[in-house]
């Protein structure tokens, strides 16, 4: 079993700045490709910014420049820090993750979500 809990969330105003924890927990033997997705209301869900496990990082270009993410890869564990905040960052925050377990078998995992609120 594998499990990724975020945290991180909350309520800021507008230009203010959090954030996000995505730590990955049980039957891994390597975590791949990491990544944070959001998803506002009525819309679809999408790719924020994802890292390779040698630190490679790649972002929308909605968040380019705001934004930025990083992992430990001893403590599987993935950051998203979010600076200068705009109210339409409003979204749930999900945290994904390639990873293959030790009987080698891989799969794509995502965590519960956590809600970014950006106020004007």
């Known amino acids: 079993q594998v499990q990724l809990v975020e945290s991180g969330g909350g309520l800021v105003q507008a230009g203010g700045s959090l954030r996000l924890s995505c730590a990955a927990s049980?039957?891994?033997?390597?975590?791949?490709?990491m990544g944070w997705y959001r998803q506002a209301p009525g819309k679809q869900r999408e790719l924020v910014a994802s890292?390779?496990?040698?630190?490679?990082?790649n972002y929308a270009d909605s968040v380019k420049g705001r934004f930025t993410i990083s992992r430990v890869n001893a403590a599987n564990t993935m950051y998203l820090q979010m600076d200068s905040l705009k109210p339409e960052d409003t979204a749930v925050y999900y945290c994904?993750?390639?990873?293959?377990?030790?009987?080698?078998?891989?799969?794509?995992?995502w965590g519960q979500g956590t809600q970014v609120t950006v106020s004007s």
């Open positions: 049980g039957n891994i033997f390597v975590i791949n490709v």
């Open positions: 994904n993750a390639n990873i293959m377990r030790r009987n080698a078998v891989s799969g794509d995992y």
């Open positions: 890292i390779t496990r040698a630190g490679s990082t």
